[in-house]
């Protein structure tokens, strides 16, 4: 694991049509689902950086346990990926303060405290899953990317607003700038989606799982077509669109920058 941590370049990619690797931009890093990493070994913090940024997420990292807990409290991340060993405040402790906190995050323990009890340890602590060290970073992916693909809990909300777009989820109503959008039952699926993630890219296999409940790629434009109908019903007649293409990365709904 050492060896192939010291080879892991610290550049982040994003992958084009062609299949050709290039650069992750800071627009797409502004709109990509953001992972908080703590972990106070520096070369698996860089290789699993590294990877994250090449798979198109954002990550920030933390070495300390206490910082973490500010970041947590204070930002908005998709998924915190955490270690047990810290300096500052251990793993365990951060998150069963995250939880009576209220923040609740997704959180994965990536540790090498392994054993059955102490997986069931962390958790009962608040924990959403739970990888022992030493990790293939393919099966780490995939966790994560299973935590990004729950939906998002909406406690108690009966509206959604994104700018003058508002969703009323009880009467079923949409209306932007106070004119009635008339969707049908799908479109409708498919904007609560995006307003429930506003600011956050949702990636064509997200939206296939959550609002088609489609777990593997059916190889059709579905997503597409329903991205370009929803486009001309809340966008096309008003001034500022709200529903943006993020390059090789997927779609985000957001207020006018």
């Known amino acids: 694991m050492a060896a192939r941590l010291k080879n892991r370049a610290m550049k ?21 689902m953001r992972i908080l990493l703590v972990e106070d070994d520096h070369q698996t913090a860089d290789y699993i950086r590294s990877g994250f940024l ?15 807990m500010l970041r947590a409290a204070d930002e908005e991340f998709d998924v915190a990926v955490v270690d047990r060993m810290l300096p500052g405040l251990d793993g365990l402790s ?22 059955v009890d102490d997986r069931v340890e962390g958790l009962e602590a608040g924990g959403d899953d739970y990888l022992v060290k030493p990790f293939a970073f ?18 108690e909300k009966s509206r959604l607003h994104v700018h003058d777009l508002e969703m009323d989820l009880i009467r079923r109503r949409v209306t ?38 489609f777990h593997f790629d059916p190889k059709t434009s579905v997503v597409e077509t329903h991205i370009s109908r929803l486009r001309s019903k809340i966008d096309k007649p008003f001034d500022a669109p709200l529903l943006h293409t993020v390059r090789n990365l997927g779609y985000s709904l957001h207020a006018p920058r």
């Open 94 to 115: 951060l998150v069963k303060s995250l939880r009576a906190a209220g923040v609740s995050t997704p959180v994965l323990f990536l540790t090498s405290i392994g054993g």
């Open 54 to 68: 090449q798979s198109g997420l954002a990550c920030d990292h933390v070495e300390d346990g206490r910082e973490a």
């Open 138 to 155: 393919s099966e780490l992916l995939a966790r994560v990317n299973a935590l990004l693909r729950r939906p998002a809990a909406i406690a």
């Open 176 to 213: 932007r700038a106070g004119q009635d959008i008339d969707l049908q039952p799908k479109e409708f699926t498919l904007l609560e989606t995006l307003m429930e993630h506003e600011g956050r890219v949702l990636t064509k296999t997200m939206l296939l799982e959550r609002v088609w409940n």
């Open 12 to 32: 982040s990619y994003s992958q084009d049509k062609s299949g050709d690797r290039r650069p992750i931009s800071s627009r797409e890093r502004e709109f990509a």
